[in-house]
C-alpha cells in the first residue's frame, strides 16, 4: 500500500515539474518574439541632379593611316634598292632607282629636236621669204604704172573736156578709172609692208605647231627619266620590298610597301548613335592604360553588310607608336552634355515596369523610373526628386513600405 502511494507521489511531481518547464518555455519563447529586430538593413545614397558630359563609348581597332603600294613610272632593270624591310625612312628620300642608260639618249635626242625647231621659228620670225617681198614689189611696180598711165589719161581728157572736144561723161569714165588705180596702189604697199613685217601666217604657224611637238616630247622623256626613281612621299616604316636588284619590271608594278607612322582607329558605330557623330568631334581613346586624344576624320556612308554598323575612322593625336597595329581600344566619343540624376545600375529593379527603392523615415517605397542614357556603370532617370535616399545595397529582399534600417 505504501508503494502504491509512493508510486503516484512520485508521478504528481514528474507531471508538476513538466508542466512548469513547459510554462517556462513557453513564457520565454514569447519574450524572446517580442525583442526580435524585423528590419533590414539597406545602404543609401542621396541622389541629386547633376550637369554630365555625355559620352558613347566603343571599342575599335588601330591601323595605319595609310599604306601605299611605290612603283616605277618607267619600267625597265631595278639598278638600286636603298632600303631594307622594316627600315625608317623620311619624307623625298631615295628608295630605288631603274638604269636610265638608255633613257639618257632620248631625253637628249628630243632636247636636240627642240633647239632645232625653236631655231627655225624664230628665223622665221625675223623677216619675210624673198619670193613674197619680189611678189609684192612686182605688185606694186604694176599698181604705180597703172597709176601714172591713168593720172595722163585723166589731165589730157580734162583739157578737151574744156575745149568741148567729149562729152562730160567720157571724162568721167576716166576719173572713175584713175579712182579705182589709186586704191590699188594703195593696196600694194600695203601688202609691202605686211610681207616686209612678217612671214605667211600659215607657214609661221606650221613651224610654231613643230616646236610645240618638240617640247611635249621632250618634256615627256625628261619626266620618264624622273619615274626611273622612287622616292618617299612621306615618313613611315618599310613594310616589305617585293622585288630585287637586277630584276625587269613594268610601269606601276609595286616594288615597295610602305606604311607612314600616323595612326587611325576605326569604330564600328551603330545608326542610332551615328547621327550624334560628326567629321572633327573629339574622342578620347585608352588602350592598357595608355591614354591619348583624337578627332573623328570620316564616317562611311554606307553600313558594313555583316555587323549593320558603320565605320568610323579617328586620326590619333600622339607620338608615334603609342599603340601597336592592331591593339583594340577603347573610344570614347563625346557628344555633348546632359543634366539629370544618375545612379547605379546595379540600384535598377524590373518587373512590368523599371523601379527602386528610396528610403523615407526608414520605410522603403517602390518607385517607378525612366531609364535614360547610360554612362559607365550608372544610368540617367528620371521620376526621382532632388535629395532623395536611393537604396544601393539590400534592395533585392525588400518589399513596397517595409521597414528598413539604414548602414553606412
Known amino acids: 500500500m505504501k508503494s502504491n502511494k509512493h508510486s503516484f507521489v512520485m508521478k504528481s511531481s514528474t507531471l508538476l515539474l ?72 623620311r619624307p623625298g628620300q631615295l628608295l630605288a632607282t631603274v638604269s636610265t642608260k638608255d633613257l639618257q639618249f632620248a631625253v637628249r635626242e628630243a632636247k636636240a629636236q627642240v633647239d632645232m625647231a625653236n631655231a627655225q621659228y624664230r628665223l622665221a620670225l625675223q623677216g619675210a621669204a624673198n619670193e613674197d617681198v619680189n611678189q609684192a614689189l612686182l605688185a606694186i611696180q604694176k599698181a604705180e604704172d597703172a597709176y601714172d598711165y591713168t593720172f595722163n589719161q585723166l589731165e589730157r581728157m580734162r583739157s578737151l573736156y574744156e575745149q568741148g572736144a567729149i562729152p562730160k561723161v567720157e571724162l568721167e569714165k576716166v576719173e572713175f578709172e584713175f579712182n579705182l588705180r589709186t586704191t590699188e596702189k594703195a593696196q600694194a604697199e600695203a601688202q609691202l609692208k605686211k610681207v616686209e613685217n612678217a612671214v605667211r601666217m600659215e607657214e609661221k604657224e606650221a613651224l610654231l605647231a613643230q616646236l610645240e611637238r618638240a617640247q611635249v616630247d621632250y618634256e615627256y622623256k625628261s619626266s620618264m627619266l624622273k619615274d626611273a626613281e622612287i622616292h618617299s612621299h612621306s615618313g613611315g616604316y618599310v613594310l616589305d620590298i617585293v622585288a630585287k636588284e637586277g630584276e625587269r619590271v613594268g610601269s606601276g608594278h609595286p616594288v615597295i610597301l610602305i606604311q607612314n607612322t600616323n595612326q587611325v582607329v576605326t569604330v564600328g558605330v551603330t545608326n542610332r548613335d551615328l547621327q550624334n557623330i560628326k567629321p572633327g568631334l573629339d574622342v578620347s581613346v585608352n588602350a592598357n592604360g595608355v591614354h591619348t586624344s583624337g578627332k573623328v576624320i570620316s564616317i562611311a556612308a554606307n553600313p558594313d553588310p555583316t555587323t549593320r554598323t558603320y565605320a568610323v575612322k579617328i586620326q590619333l593625336q600622339q607620338e608615334k607608336d603609342a599603340y601597336a597595329i592592331g591593339t583594340v581600344v577603347q573610344v570614347k566619343f563625346a557628344i555633348g552634355k546632359e543634366k539629370g540624376i544618375w545612379i547605379p545600375i546595379s540600384s535598377i529593379m524590373a518587373e512590368a515596369f523599371d523601379y527602386v527603392y528610396t528610403v523615407d523615415r526608414d520605410i522603403a517605397y517602390k518607385t517607378d523610373v525612366v531609364l535614360g542614357a547610360v554612362m559607365g556603370n550608372e544610368i540617367k532617370v528620371e521620376g526621382l526628386e532632388d535629395g532623395a535616399l536611393l537604396v544601393i545595397e539590400g534592395a533585392k529582399r525588400l518589399s513596397h513600405q517595409e521597414q528598413v534600417k539604414l548602414q553606412q
Open 18 to 89: 513538466i508542466a512548469f518547464l513547459s510554462f517556462t518555455i513557453i513564457g520565454c519563447s514569447k519574450d524572446t518574439e517580442a525583442v526580435v529586430d524585423i528590419t533590414k538593413p539597406v545602404k543609401t545614397m542621396a541622389v541629386h541632379s547633376e550637369e554630365r558630359i555625355v559620352e558613347l563609348i566603343y571599342i575599335g581597332i588601330v591601323e595605319a593611316e595609310d599604306i601605299k603600294k611605290l612603283s616605277f613610272g618607267t619600267g625597265g632593270l631595278i639598278e638600286k634598292i636603298y632600303v631594307k624591310k622594316h627600315d625608317t625612312i
